[in-house]
Protein backbone atom coordinates (compact mmCIF):
# COMPACT_ATOMS: atom_id res chain seq x y z
CA UNK A 1 0.00 0.00 0.00
CA UNK A 2 1.07 3.59 -0.62
CA UNK A 3 -0.19 6.24 1.41
CA UNK A 4 -2.56 9.36 0.23
CA UNK A 5 -0.40 11.81 1.92
CA UNK A 6 2.03 14.32 0.66
CA UNK A 7 5.70 13.55 1.30
CA UNK A 8 9.30 14.84 0.79
CA UNK A 9 10.47 11.73 -1.28
CA UNK A 10 10.86 12.85 -4.98
CA UNK A 11 9.09 10.21 -7.47
CA UNK A 12 8.22 13.37 -10.03
CA UNK A 13 11.65 15.06 -10.58
CA UNK A 14 9.48 18.15 -8.60
CA UNK A 15 12.33 19.55 -6.72
CA UNK A 16 14.01 21.13 -10.27
CA UNK A 17 11.21 23.48 -9.98
CA UNK A 18 10.88 23.10 -5.70
CA UNK A 19 14.87 24.42 -5.96
CA UNK A 20 13.79 27.31 -8.10
CA UNK A 21 10.95 28.29 -5.92
CA UNK A 22 13.34 28.46 -2.84
CA UNK A 23 16.52 30.45 -4.52
CA UNK A 24 13.45 32.47 -5.94
CA UNK A 25 12.86 33.23 -1.92
CA UNK A 26 16.74 33.06 -0.87
CA UNK A 27 17.24 35.97 -3.72
CA UNK A 28 14.52 38.48 -2.76
CA UNK A 29 16.91 38.62 1.02
CA UNK A 30 14.42 40.11 2.63
CA UNK A 31 11.86 42.16 0.15
CA UNK A 32 8.53 40.40 0.48
CA UNK A 33 7.31 37.71 -1.90
CA UNK A 34 4.19 35.48 -2.65
CA UNK A 35 4.11 32.29 -4.65
CA UNK A 36 1.06 30.39 -6.08
CA UNK A 37 1.69 26.70 -6.54
CA UNK A 38 -1.57 25.27 -8.62
CA UNK A 39 -2.80 22.47 -10.27
CA UNK A 40 -5.68 20.32 -9.67
CA UNK A 41 -6.89 17.94 -7.37
CA UNK A 42 -4.21 15.32 -6.39
CA UNK A 43 -1.67 16.62 -8.67
CA UNK A 44 1.30 17.15 -5.79
CA UNK A 45 0.99 20.29 -4.44
CA UNK A 46 1.20 19.59 -1.24
CA UNK A 47 4.38 17.70 -1.91
CA UNK A 48 5.71 20.20 -3.95
CA UNK A 49 5.74 22.56 -0.55
CA UNK A 50 6.83 19.92 1.15
CA UNK A 51 9.75 19.94 -1.27
CA UNK A 52 10.03 23.40 -1.60
CA UNK A 53 10.80 23.55 2.64
CA UNK A 54 13.42 21.17 2.64
CA UNK A 55 15.56 23.12 -0.43
CA UNK A 56 15.21 26.36 2.03
CA UNK A 57 16.37 24.63 4.90
CA UNK A 58 19.36 23.25 3.11
CA UNK A 59 20.12 26.43 1.76
CA UNK A 60 18.57 29.21 4.51
CA UNK A 61 21.35 28.67 7.48
CA UNK A 62 18.79 28.91 9.82
CA UNK A 63 17.48 32.27 8.87
CA UNK A 64 14.07 31.02 8.01
CA UNK A 65 10.99 30.19 10.26
CA UNK A 66 8.30 28.23 8.50
CA UNK A 67 4.44 28.20 9.38
CA UNK A 68 2.54 25.98 7.61
CA UNK A 69 -1.49 26.64 7.45
CA UNK A 70 -4.02 24.27 6.63
CA UNK A 71 -7.28 26.24 6.27
CA UNK A 72 -9.76 23.33 5.74
CA UNK A 73 -8.93 21.88 9.15
CA UNK A 74 -10.19 24.82 10.57
CA UNK A 75 -13.23 25.27 8.53
CA UNK A 76 -16.28 24.96 10.99
CA UNK A 77 -14.22 25.39 14.16
CA UNK A 78 -12.55 28.44 13.88
CA UNK A 79 -12.42 31.93 11.86
CA UNK A 80 -9.63 31.32 9.40
CA UNK A 81 -8.55 34.93 9.59
CA UNK A 82 -7.80 34.65 13.27
CA UNK A 83 -6.54 31.49 13.03
CA UNK A 84 -3.74 32.42 10.23
CA UNK A 85 -2.43 35.16 12.64
CA UNK A 86 -2.87 33.15 15.98
CA UNK A 87 -0.96 30.35 13.80
CA UNK A 88 1.84 32.80 13.17
CA UNK A 89 2.00 34.47 16.40
CA UNK A 90 2.26 31.52 18.58
CA UNK A 91 5.02 29.88 16.06
CA UNK A 92 6.84 33.26 16.33
CA UNK A 93 6.86 32.77 20.01
CA UNK A 94 7.46 29.53 20.39
CA UNK A 95 10.90 30.04 17.72
CA UNK A 96 11.52 33.17 20.36
CA UNK A 97 12.11 31.23 23.41
CA UNK A 98 14.32 29.02 22.05
CA UNK A 99 16.53 31.34 20.17
CA UNK A 100 15.92 34.11 23.01
CA UNK A 101 15.68 37.00 20.41
CA UNK A 102 12.53 39.46 20.15
CA UNK A 103 10.49 37.19 22.83
CA UNK A 104 9.30 40.38 24.21
CA UNK A 105 7.91 41.48 21.02
CA UNK A 106 6.56 38.22 19.84
CA UNK A 107 4.40 37.74 23.01
CA UNK A 108 3.03 41.22 22.60
CA UNK A 109 2.43 40.21 19.12
CA UNK A 110 0.00 37.50 20.74
CA UNK A 111 -2.07 39.63 22.29
CA UNK A 112 -2.85 41.68 19.65
CA UNK A 113 -3.69 38.71 18.00
CA UNK A 114 -6.95 38.26 20.09
CA UNK A 115 -8.26 41.67 19.25
CA UNK A 116 -9.71 39.87 15.79
CA UNK A 117 -11.62 37.12 17.24
CA UNK A 118 -14.07 40.56 18.45
CA UNK A 119 -15.09 40.55 14.68
CA UNK A 120 -16.66 37.37 15.14
CA UNK A 121 -18.83 38.54 18.08
CA UNK A 122 -19.68 41.63 15.96
CA UNK A 123 -20.32 39.10 12.98
CA UNK A 124 -23.20 37.61 14.76
CA UNK A 125 -24.39 40.88 15.87
CA UNK A 126 -24.73 41.29 12.38
CA UNK A 127 -26.07 38.01 11.61
CA UNK A 128 -28.65 38.39 14.01
CA UNK A 129 -30.06 41.74 11.91
CA UNK A 130 -30.28 39.69 8.42
CA UNK A 131 -32.01 36.64 10.24
CA UNK A 132 -29.53 34.35 10.36
CA UNK A 133 -29.33 32.36 13.09
CA UNK A 134 -26.66 33.08 15.71
CA UNK A 135 -24.60 31.23 17.80
CA UNK A 136 -22.65 31.52 21.50
CA UNK A 137 -23.32 35.14 23.27
CA UNK A 138 -25.25 36.59 20.07
CA UNK A 139 -27.63 33.37 20.86
CA UNK A 140 -28.39 34.26 24.63
CA UNK A 141 -28.97 38.02 23.70
CA UNK A 142 -31.43 36.98 20.82
CA UNK A 143 -32.99 34.30 23.19
CA UNK A 144 -33.35 37.04 26.31
CA UNK A 145 -35.12 39.15 23.11
CA UNK A 146 -37.72 36.74 22.40
CA UNK A 147 -38.40 36.01 26.50
CA UNK A 148 -39.62 40.02 26.67
CA UNK A 149 -42.15 39.21 23.92
CA UNK A 150 -43.61 36.85 26.89
CA UNK A 151 -45.59 39.01 29.79
CA UNK A 152 -45.01 36.47 31.59
CA UNK A 153 -41.40 35.92 31.20
CA UNK A 154 -40.84 39.73 32.23
CA UNK A 155 -39.54 39.40 35.87
CA UNK A 156 -37.49 36.38 35.21
CA UNK A 157 -36.28 37.51 31.81
CA UNK A 158 -35.23 40.83 33.77
CA UNK A 159 -33.39 39.14 36.04
CA UNK A 160 -31.10 37.13 33.24
CA UNK A 161 -29.96 40.52 31.69
CA UNK A 162 -27.75 41.37 34.55
CA UNK A 163 -25.84 38.13 33.83
CA UNK A 164 -25.84 37.98 30.69
CA UNK A 165 -24.27 41.59 30.37
CA UNK A 166 -21.83 40.26 32.75
CA UNK A 167 -20.67 37.42 30.44
CA UNK A 168 -20.59 40.20 27.54
CA UNK A 169 -18.49 42.24 29.77
CA UNK A 170 -15.86 39.68 30.57
CA UNK A 171 -15.64 38.09 27.14
CA UNK A 172 -14.88 41.68 25.84
CA UNK A 173 -11.95 41.50 28.08
CA UNK A 174 -10.45 38.72 27.20
CA UNK A 175 -10.79 38.86 24.20
CA UNK A 176 -9.16 42.48 23.91
CA UNK A 177 -7.40 42.20 26.48
CA UNK A 178 -4.79 44.97 27.14
CA UNK A 179 -4.85 46.90 24.34
CA UNK A 180 -7.51 48.85 23.47
CA UNK A 181 -7.56 51.41 20.73
CA UNK A 182 -9.72 53.53 18.85
CA UNK A 183 -10.35 52.00 15.28
CA UNK A 184 -9.98 48.71 13.66
CA UNK A 185 -7.66 51.23 10.83
CA UNK A 186 -5.35 51.66 13.42
CA UNK A 187 -5.16 48.42 14.93
CA UNK A 188 -4.47 46.88 11.65
CA UNK A 189 -1.50 48.93 11.10
CA UNK A 190 -0.23 49.06 14.55
CA UNK A 191 -0.21 45.11 13.99
CA UNK A 192 1.61 45.10 11.07
CA UNK A 193 4.26 47.51 12.30
CA UNK A 194 4.68 45.07 15.31
CA UNK A 195 4.77 42.47 13.27
CA UNK A 196 7.83 43.81 11.19
CA UNK A 197 9.62 45.02 14.09
CA UNK A 198 9.44 41.42 15.71
CA UNK A 199 10.55 39.68 12.57
CA UNK A 200 13.53 42.20 12.44
CA UNK A 201 14.33 42.01 15.90
CA UNK A 202 14.43 38.24 15.89
CA UNK A 203 16.60 38.23 12.22
CA UNK A 204 14.55 35.89 10.63
CA UNK A 205 12.05 35.80 6.91
CA UNK A 206 9.11 34.12 7.73
CA UNK A 207 7.91 31.42 5.10
CA UNK A 208 4.59 30.98 5.29
CA UNK A 209 2.80 27.90 3.23
CA UNK A 210 -1.08 27.79 3.09
CA UNK A 211 -2.08 24.40 1.81
CA UNK A 212 -5.58 22.87 0.71
CA UNK A 213 -6.98 26.22 0.26
CA UNK A 214 -9.40 24.88 -2.99
CA UNK A 215 -10.61 22.26 -0.25
CA UNK A 216 -12.69 24.99 1.67
CA UNK A 217 -15.82 26.83 1.45
CA UNK A 218 -16.04 29.98 -0.74
CA UNK A 219 -16.37 31.91 2.52
CA UNK A 220 -13.31 30.28 3.92
CA UNK A 221 -10.79 30.55 1.15
CA UNK A 222 -11.75 34.32 1.08
CA UNK A 223 -11.53 34.61 4.48
CA UNK A 224 -7.96 32.89 4.73
CA UNK A 225 -6.99 35.06 1.76
CA UNK A 226 -8.06 38.33 3.52
CA UNK A 227 -5.64 37.15 6.36
CA UNK A 228 -2.88 36.79 4.09
CA UNK A 229 -3.36 40.32 2.85
CA UNK A 230 -3.41 41.47 6.08
CA UNK A 231 0.68 40.70 6.26
CA UNK A 232 1.62 40.27 2.45
CA UNK A 233 4.08 42.89 1.06
CA UNK A 234 5.79 43.17 4.48
CA UNK A 235 9.43 43.46 4.65
CA UNK A 236 11.45 39.33 5.92
CA UNK A 237 7.99 37.56 4.70
CA UNK A 238 7.16 35.11 2.15
CA UNK A 239 4.34 33.37 1.30
CA UNK A 240 3.82 29.81 -0.62
CA UNK A 241 -0.27 29.30 -1.38
CA UNK A 242 -1.03 25.69 -3.16
CA UNK A 243 -4.38 25.52 -4.45
CA UNK A 244 -6.15 24.91 -7.45
CA UNK A 245 -6.36 28.46 -8.92
CA UNK A 246 -9.65 27.80 -10.85
CA UNK A 247 -11.34 26.58 -7.73
CA UNK A 248 -10.12 30.36 -6.08
CA UNK A 249 -11.03 31.91 -9.21
CA UNK A 250 -14.35 30.41 -8.36
CA UNK A 251 -14.47 31.19 -4.50
CA UNK A 252 -13.92 35.03 -5.59
CA UNK A 253 -16.60 35.16 -7.47
CA UNK A 254 -19.02 33.86 -5.60
CA UNK A 255 -17.89 35.79 -2.92
CA UNK A 256 -19.09 39.12 -4.70
CA UNK A 257 -22.09 37.79 -5.30
CA UNK A 258 -24.45 40.04 -7.01
CA UNK A 259 -22.02 42.55 -8.31
CA UNK A 260 -21.54 40.38 -11.06
CA UNK A 261 -17.91 40.83 -11.66
CA UNK A 262 -15.96 39.84 -15.18
CA UNK A 263 -13.38 37.51 -15.54
CA UNK A 264 -10.88 39.96 -15.74
CA UNK A 265 -11.97 41.74 -12.51
CA UNK A 266 -10.98 38.03 -10.67
CA UNK A 267 -7.82 37.98 -12.34
CA UNK A 268 -6.90 41.37 -10.96
CA UNK A 269 -8.08 39.91 -7.27
CA UNK A 270 -6.09 36.87 -8.01
CA UNK A 271 -2.95 38.74 -9.28
CA UNK A 272 -2.65 41.15 -6.40
CA UNK A 273 -2.27 38.56 -4.00
CA UNK A 274 0.14 36.05 -5.81
CA UNK A 275 3.36 37.31 -7.27
CA UNK A 276 4.50 34.45 -8.76
CA UNK A 277 2.66 31.68 -10.05
CA UNK A 278 4.08 28.33 -10.18
CA UNK A 279 2.04 25.14 -12.05
CA UNK A 280 2.68 22.15 -11.16
CA UNK A 281 3.96 20.59 -14.76
CA UNK A 282 1.36 17.74 -15.96
CA UNK A 283 2.93 14.39 -16.59
CA UNK A 284 4.02 12.99 -19.53
CA UNK A 285 3.83 8.87 -20.70
CA UNK A 286 7.66 8.43 -19.26
CA UNK A 287 6.99 10.55 -16.21
CA UNK A 288 3.82 8.33 -15.30
CA UNK A 289 6.27 5.39 -16.10
CA UNK A 290 8.93 6.75 -13.66
CA UNK A 291 6.68 7.53 -11.17
CA UNK A 292 4.93 3.81 -10.86
CA UNK A 293 8.36 2.03 -11.24
CA UNK A 294 9.56 4.20 -8.33
CA UNK A 295 6.46 3.43 -6.14
CA UNK A 296 6.70 -0.05 -6.61
CA UNK A 297 10.58 0.00 -5.70
CA UNK A 298 9.76 1.69 -2.78
CA UNK A 299 7.28 -1.28 -1.61
CA UNK A 300 9.84 -3.79 -2.37
CA UNK A 301 12.76 -5.81 -0.13
CA UNK A 302 15.69 -3.67 -1.91
CA UNK A 303 17.48 -2.13 0.94
CA UNK A 304 17.04 1.56 1.40
CA UNK A 305 20.17 2.57 0.36
CA UNK A 306 19.85 0.88 -3.29
CA UNK A 307 16.37 2.77 -3.40
CA UNK A 308 17.81 6.11 -3.10
CA UNK A 309 20.14 5.07 -5.50
CA UNK A 310 17.65 4.08 -7.80
CA UNK A 311 15.52 6.81 -7.23
CA UNK A 312 18.30 9.35 -8.17
CA UNK A 313 19.13 7.75 -11.19
CA UNK A 314 15.60 7.48 -12.67
CA UNK A 315 14.98 11.14 -11.86
CA UNK A 316 18.56 12.01 -13.95
CA UNK A 317 17.14 10.21 -16.83
CA UNK A 318 13.61 11.80 -16.62
CA UNK A 319 15.69 15.07 -16.60
CA UNK A 320 17.48 14.20 -19.83
CA UNK A 321 14.40 12.75 -21.70
CA UNK A 322 14.44 16.09 -23.50
CA UNK A 323 17.65 14.97 -25.41
CA UNK A 324 15.66 11.29 -26.34
CA UNK A 325 16.12 9.61 -23.43
CA UNK A 326 13.90 6.74 -21.93
CA UNK A 327 12.49 5.66 -18.69
CA UNK A 328 11.36 2.20 -19.15
CA UNK A 329 11.73 -1.58 -18.24
CA UNK A 330 14.87 -1.86 -20.35
CA UNK A 331 16.45 0.95 -18.73
CA UNK A 332 15.00 0.23 -14.68
CA UNK A 333 15.97 -3.34 -15.53
CA UNK A 334 19.15 -2.14 -16.33
CA UNK A 335 19.76 -0.47 -13.04
CA UNK A 336 19.00 -3.65 -11.29
CA UNK A 337 21.26 -6.50 -12.67
CA UNK A 338 19.26 -8.98 -9.93
CA UNK A 339 16.06 -8.04 -9.68
CA UNK A 340 13.37 -9.75 -7.73
CA UNK A 341 11.19 -11.98 -10.02
CA UNK A 342 7.93 -10.12 -8.26
CA UNK A 343 9.76 -6.48 -8.50
CA UNK A 344 10.38 -7.49 -12.00
CA UNK A 345 6.41 -8.85 -12.71
CA UNK A 346 5.42 -5.10 -11.27
CA UNK A 347 8.19 -3.01 -13.25
CA UNK A 348 6.44 -4.68 -16.51
CA UNK A 349 3.07 -4.19 -15.09
CA UNK A 350 3.67 -0.77 -14.60
CA UNK A 351 5.40 -0.06 -18.50
CA UNK A 352 2.50 -1.85 -20.05
CA UNK A 353 -0.07 0.53 -18.05
CA UNK A 354 1.95 3.66 -18.16
CA UNK A 355 0.25 4.87 -21.28
CA UNK A 356 -3.02 4.74 -19.86
CA UNK A 357 -1.92 6.25 -16.77
CA UNK A 358 -1.14 9.24 -18.36
CA UNK A 359 -4.18 9.50 -20.55
CA UNK A 360 -8.16 9.99 -19.48
CA UNK A 361 -9.85 10.05 -17.33
CA UNK A 362 -6.44 9.64 -14.87
CA UNK A 363 -4.59 11.85 -16.97
CA UNK A 364 -1.05 11.43 -15.37
CA UNK A 365 -2.72 12.35 -11.46
CA UNK A 366 -0.51 10.63 -9.07
CA UNK A 367 -3.11 10.49 -6.22
CA UNK A 368 -5.04 9.03 -8.72
CA UNK A 369 -2.34 6.60 -9.99
CA UNK A 370 -1.30 5.68 -5.90
CA UNK A 371 -5.43 5.15 -5.11
CA UNK A 372 -5.36 2.52 -8.78
CA UNK A 373 -1.85 0.86 -7.41
CA UNK A 374 -3.67 0.65 -3.69
CA UNK A 375 -7.13 -1.01 -5.13
CA UNK A 376 -4.53 -3.78 -7.18
CA UNK A 377 -2.91 -4.20 -3.56
CA UNK A 378 -5.91 -4.63 -1.64
CA UNK A 379 -7.45 -7.06 -4.27
CA UNK A 380 -4.42 -8.79 -4.08
CA UNK A 381 -4.31 -9.32 -0.89
CA UNK A 382 -8.12 -10.32 -0.79
CA UNK A 383 -6.41 -13.21 -3.24
CA UNK A 384 -3.97 -14.56 -0.66
CA UNK A 385 -6.01 -14.57 2.05
CA UNK A 386 -8.64 -16.58 0.21
CA UNK A 387 -6.04 -18.65 -1.28
CA UNK A 388 -7.34 -17.51 -4.80
CA UNK A 389 -4.66 -17.60 -7.89
CA UNK A 390 -4.25 -15.00 -9.50
CA UNK A 391 -1.83 -13.05 -12.09
CA UNK A 392 -1.08 -9.60 -10.62
CA UNK A 393 -0.72 -9.14 -14.30
CA UNK A 394 -3.87 -10.03 -15.02
CA UNK A 395 -5.73 -8.17 -12.02
CA UNK A 396 -4.01 -5.08 -13.42
CA UNK A 397 -5.07 -5.49 -17.16
CA UNK A 398 -9.00 -5.70 -15.55
CA UNK A 399 -8.48 -2.94 -12.85
CA UNK A 400 -7.82 -0.61 -15.72
CA UNK A 401 -10.87 -1.94 -17.97
CA UNK A 402 -13.09 -0.96 -15.00
CA UNK A 403 -11.67 1.63 -14.48
CA UNK A 404 -11.55 3.38 -18.08
CA UNK A 405 -13.73 1.43 -20.19
CA UNK A 406 -17.04 2.54 -19.22
CA UNK A 407 -19.77 0.80 -16.95
CA UNK A 408 -22.16 -1.29 -19.93
CA UNK A 409 -18.38 -2.56 -21.12
CA UNK A 410 -17.71 -3.55 -17.94
CA UNK A 411 -20.85 -5.01 -17.33
CA UNK A 412 -20.84 -7.00 -20.22
CA UNK A 413 -17.40 -8.20 -19.56
CA UNK A 414 -18.30 -9.57 -16.06
CA UNK A 415 -21.36 -11.00 -17.13
CA UNK A 416 -19.77 -12.93 -20.01
CA UNK A 417 -16.98 -14.24 -17.60
CA UNK A 418 -19.90 -15.49 -14.78
CA UNK A 419 -21.73 -16.98 -17.79
CA UNK A 420 -19.31 -18.94 -18.68
CA UNK A 421 -18.89 -22.73 -17.62
CA UNK A 422 -15.19 -22.18 -17.70
CA UNK A 423 -15.30 -17.83 -16.83
CA UNK A 424 -13.70 -17.11 -20.46
CA UNK A 425 -14.74 -14.19 -21.76
CA UNK A 426 -14.58 -15.71 -25.29
CA UNK A 427 -16.06 -12.96 -27.37
CA UNK A 428 -12.81 -10.96 -26.81
CA UNK A 429 -10.95 -13.29 -28.52
CA UNK A 430 -12.11 -11.86 -32.12
CA UNK A 431 -11.16 -8.55 -30.80
CA UNK A 432 -8.23 -9.26 -29.37
CA UNK A 433 -7.04 -10.76 -32.90
CA UNK A 434 -7.96 -7.46 -34.57
CA UNK A 435 -6.59 -4.91 -31.64
CA UNK A 436 -2.87 -7.13 -31.82
CA UNK A 437 -3.07 -6.78 -35.98
CA UNK A 438 -4.04 -2.92 -35.62
CA UNK A 439 -7.32 -3.73 -37.77
CA UNK A 440 -10.09 -1.50 -36.49
CA UNK A 441 -12.39 -3.46 -34.24
CA UNK A 442 -15.08 -3.80 -36.71
CA UNK A 443 -18.51 -4.35 -35.39
CA UNK A 444 -17.98 -2.19 -32.29
CA UNK A 445 -19.96 -3.76 -29.23
CA UNK A 446 -22.15 -1.81 -26.96
CA UNK A 447 -20.45 0.63 -24.99
CA UNK A 448 -16.71 0.21 -26.47
CA UNK A 449 -14.51 3.04 -26.98
CA UNK A 450 -12.86 2.21 -29.91
CA UNK A 451 -9.67 4.12 -28.87
CA UNK A 452 -8.96 2.92 -25.26
CA UNK A 453 -10.40 -0.82 -26.34
CA UNK A 454 -7.99 -0.88 -28.96
CA UNK A 455 -4.92 -0.28 -26.62
CA UNK A 456 -6.08 -2.19 -23.98
CA UNK A 457 -6.73 -5.36 -25.87
CA UNK A 458 -3.32 -5.30 -27.29
CA UNK A 459 -1.85 -5.25 -23.68
CA UNK A 460 -0.72 -8.12 -22.54
CA UNK A 461 -1.51 -10.93 -21.53
CA UNK A 462 -4.81 -12.06 -23.88
CA UNK A 463 -7.90 -12.66 -21.50
CA UNK A 464 -10.38 -14.48 -23.93
CA UNK A 465 -8.05 -17.80 -23.38
CA UNK A 466 -8.56 -17.36 -19.17
CA UNK A 467 -10.51 -18.62 -16.26
CA UNK A 468 -11.08 -14.85 -15.33
CA UNK A 469 -13.64 -16.16 -12.46
CA UNK A 470 -10.76 -15.39 -9.90
CA UNK A 471 -10.61 -12.02 -11.01
CA UNK A 472 -14.16 -11.19 -10.81
CA UNK A 473 -14.08 -12.67 -7.22
CA UNK A 474 -12.37 -10.71 -5.97
CA UNK A 475 -13.29 -7.55 -8.12
CA UNK A 476 -16.87 -7.83 -6.68
CA UNK A 477 -17.05 -4.41 -4.48
CA UNK A 478 -17.90 -3.34 -7.45
CA UNK A 479 -20.22 -5.28 -9.43
CA UNK A 480 -21.58 -8.27 -7.63
CA UNK A 481 -20.94 -12.02 -8.67
CA UNK A 482 -24.46 -12.72 -10.03
CA UNK A 483 -25.06 -16.45 -12.25
CA UNK A 484 -27.68 -17.55 -14.24
CA UNK A 485 -27.29 -21.11 -11.69
CA UNK A 486 -27.63 -18.20 -8.52
CA UNK A 487 -31.06 -17.46 -9.72
CA UNK A 488 -32.21 -20.89 -10.17
CA UNK A 489 -33.36 -23.73 -8.07
CA UNK A 490 -30.89 -26.78 -6.63
CA UNK A 491 -33.40 -28.55 -9.16
CA UNK A 492 -32.61 -26.23 -12.00
CA UNK A 493 -29.09 -25.30 -11.29
CA UNK A 494 -27.71 -29.07 -11.32
CA UNK A 495 -29.68 -29.67 -14.80
CA UNK A 496 -27.61 -26.58 -16.12
CA UNK A 497 -25.00 -27.96 -14.94
CA UNK A 498 -25.38 -31.17 -16.44
CA UNK A 499 -26.92 -29.38 -19.97
CA UNK A 500 -23.63 -27.54 -19.79
CA UNK A 501 -21.49 -30.94 -19.42
CA UNK A 502 -23.28 -32.84 -22.10
CA UNK A 503 -21.14 -34.49 -24.81
CA UNK A 504 -24.46 -36.43 -26.76
CA UNK A 505 -27.71 -37.05 -26.99
CA UNK A 506 -28.99 -37.65 -23.19
CA UNK A 507 -33.02 -38.37 -23.07
CA UNK A 508 -33.14 -39.14 -19.56
CA UNK A 509 -32.65 -35.05 -18.98
CA UNK A 510 -35.39 -34.11 -21.16
CA UNK A 511 -38.04 -35.33 -18.43
CA UNK A 512 -36.35 -33.33 -15.26
CA UNK A 513 -36.23 -30.36 -17.51
CA UNK A 514 -40.01 -30.95 -18.41
CA UNK A 515 -40.74 -30.19 -14.67
CA UNK A 516 -39.19 -26.83 -14.54
CA UNK A 517 -41.31 -24.01 -14.65
CA UNK A 518 -41.22 -21.53 -17.36
CA UNK A 519 -38.92 -19.19 -15.79
CA UNK A 520 -36.50 -21.31 -14.97
CA UNK A 521 -36.36 -22.63 -18.73
CA UNK A 522 -36.48 -19.03 -19.85
CA UNK A 523 -33.06 -18.25 -17.96
CA UNK A 524 -31.63 -21.94 -18.50
CA UNK A 525 -32.10 -21.08 -22.64
CA UNK A 526 -30.67 -17.29 -22.12
CA UNK A 527 -27.54 -18.90 -20.69
CA UNK A 528 -27.13 -21.98 -23.06
CA UNK A 529 -27.47 -19.17 -25.51
CA UNK A 530 -24.62 -17.25 -24.84
CA UNK A 531 -22.80 -20.43 -24.60
CA UNK A 532 -23.62 -21.26 -28.19
CA UNK A 533 -23.00 -17.79 -29.32
CA UNK A 534 -19.09 -18.93 -28.81
CA UNK A 535 -18.83 -21.56 -31.38
CA UNK A 536 -16.95 -21.16 -33.87
CA UNK A 537 -18.00 -24.20 -35.95
CA UNK A 538 -21.27 -25.94 -36.03
CA UNK A 539 -20.88 -29.88 -36.31
CA UNK A 540 -20.98 -32.63 -33.69
CA UNK A 541 -20.57 -29.80 -30.60
CA UNK A 542 -21.71 -30.76 -27.45
CA UNK A 543 -24.14 -27.65 -26.67
CA UNK A 544 -25.92 -28.76 -29.81
CA UNK A 545 -27.38 -31.88 -27.56
CA UNK A 546 -28.48 -29.27 -24.94
CA UNK A 547 -30.27 -27.14 -27.01
CA UNK A 548 -32.22 -30.14 -28.59
CA UNK A 549 -33.23 -31.62 -25.17
CA UNK A 550 -34.39 -28.82 -24.00
CA UNK A 551 -36.33 -28.02 -26.82
CA UNK A 552 -37.69 -31.30 -26.90
CA UNK A 553 -38.90 -30.37 -22.79
CA UNK A 554 -40.48 -27.80 -23.40
CA UNK A 555 -41.53 -26.96 -27.21
CA UNK A 556 -43.73 -24.01 -26.35
CA UNK A 557 -40.55 -22.01 -25.48
CA UNK A 558 -38.52 -23.14 -28.13
CA UNK A 559 -38.66 -19.97 -30.49
CA UNK A 560 -35.56 -18.08 -28.99
CA UNK A 561 -33.36 -21.31 -29.74
CA UNK A 562 -35.39 -21.80 -33.43
CA UNK A 563 -34.47 -18.09 -34.34
CA UNK A 564 -30.79 -18.79 -32.79
CA UNK A 565 -30.39 -21.35 -35.32
CA UNK A 566 -31.90 -19.48 -38.22
CA UNK A 567 -29.24 -16.40 -37.44
CA UNK A 568 -26.11 -18.83 -37.29
CA UNK A 569 -23.50 -16.92 -39.61
CA UNK A 570 -23.68 -19.81 -42.92
CA UNK A 571 -19.79 -19.69 -42.66
CA UNK A 572 -19.71 -21.46 -39.75
CA UNK A 573 -21.67 -24.43 -40.70
CA UNK A 574 -20.08 -28.07 -41.26
CA UNK A 575 -21.22 -31.34 -42.53
CA UNK A 576 -21.66 -32.90 -39.40
CA UNK A 577 -24.20 -30.78 -38.42
CA UNK A 578 -27.09 -31.65 -40.73
CA UNK A 579 -27.19 -36.02 -39.58
CA UNK A 580 -27.87 -34.69 -36.21
CA UNK A 581 -30.23 -31.81 -37.25
CA UNK A 582 -32.28 -33.98 -39.23
CA UNK A 583 -33.97 -36.02 -36.69
CA UNK A 584 -35.53 -32.89 -35.42
CA UNK A 585 -38.68 -31.42 -37.08
CA UNK A 586 -38.41 -27.99 -36.28
CA UNK A 587 -35.03 -27.72 -37.72
CA UNK A 588 -36.60 -28.91 -41.23
CA UNK A 589 -37.41 -25.13 -42.70
CA UNK A 590 -34.27 -23.64 -41.23
CA UNK A 591 -32.23 -26.79 -43.00
CA UNK A 592 -33.68 -26.11 -46.04
CA UNK A 593 -33.14 -21.98 -46.00
CA UNK A 594 -29.36 -23.29 -45.81
CA UNK A 595 -29.36 -25.32 -48.80
CA UNK A 596 -30.46 -22.54 -50.86
CA UNK A 597 -28.60 -19.89 -49.37
CA UNK A 598 -25.22 -18.60 -51.36
CA UNK A 599 -22.90 -18.47 -48.53
CA UNK A 600 -23.54 -21.70 -47.00
CA UNK A 601 -20.45 -23.97 -47.52
CA UNK A 602 -20.89 -26.47 -50.68
CA UNK A 603 -19.57 -29.46 -48.57
CA UNK A 604 -23.09 -28.80 -46.24
CA UNK A 605 -25.05 -27.78 -49.37
CA UNK A 606 -24.14 -31.57 -51.00
CA UNK A 607 -25.37 -33.35 -47.37
CA UNK A 608 -28.46 -31.54 -47.45
CA UNK A 609 -29.00 -32.54 -51.09
CA UNK A 610 -28.34 -35.91 -50.55
CA UNK A 611 -30.56 -36.52 -48.07
CA UNK A 612 -33.57 -34.64 -49.91
CA UNK A 613 -33.07 -37.17 -52.45
CA UNK A 614 -33.03 -40.06 -50.17
CA UNK A 615 -36.25 -38.38 -48.16
CA UNK A 616 -37.94 -38.56 -52.30
CA UNK A 617 -37.24 -41.46 -53.50
Known amino acids: MWSDSETNRDFLNFHIVADTAAEMILQSSGRPLSLGISGSWGVGKSSMIMLVQDSLKARGNGKFLFVDFNA?????????????????????????????????????????????????????????????????????????????????????????????????????????????????????????????????????????????????????????????????????????????????????SMHFGDLRIDEEHVTNYFDKLIQVPIRVPPLSTQDVRAYMMLLYIENSGLDQSAKDKLRDNIC????????????????????????????????????????????????????????????????????????????????????????????????????????????????????????????????????????????????????????????????????????TADQLSSEGANLLAGLLAMTRRTPSIRKDLSELGSREIDLIIKRLIKEANTVLAWGNTPILYALIEVIGAHPEQSEQIVKFFENIPKTRLTAALIPILKLESWATPIIKEWGEAAETPAEVKRVIIGRDKKEHK
Open 72 to 252: WLYQGYDDARAALIDVIARQLVAHAEVDKKGLDKAKDLLKRVDWFRVTKLAASGIAMAYGVPPVGLAGEILDFANKLKSEADRGKAAGEAFDIGEKIMEASKSLIKEKQVDSPPKEIQELRDHFTATLKEMGVTLVVFVDDLDRCLPATAISTLEAIRLFLFLDNTAFVIAADDKMIRQSV
Open 316 to 483: KQLSETWQGKRVDLGFVKGLIPACPPDLLAQLETADSLAPFMASAPIKGNPRLIKRFLNTLSIRLSIARIQRVEIDEAVLAKMLLFERCGGDIAYSELITAINEDHAGKPGYLKTYEELATSGKPLKPLPNGWNEDFMAKWLAIPPVLSNRDMRPVAHVSREHLPTIT
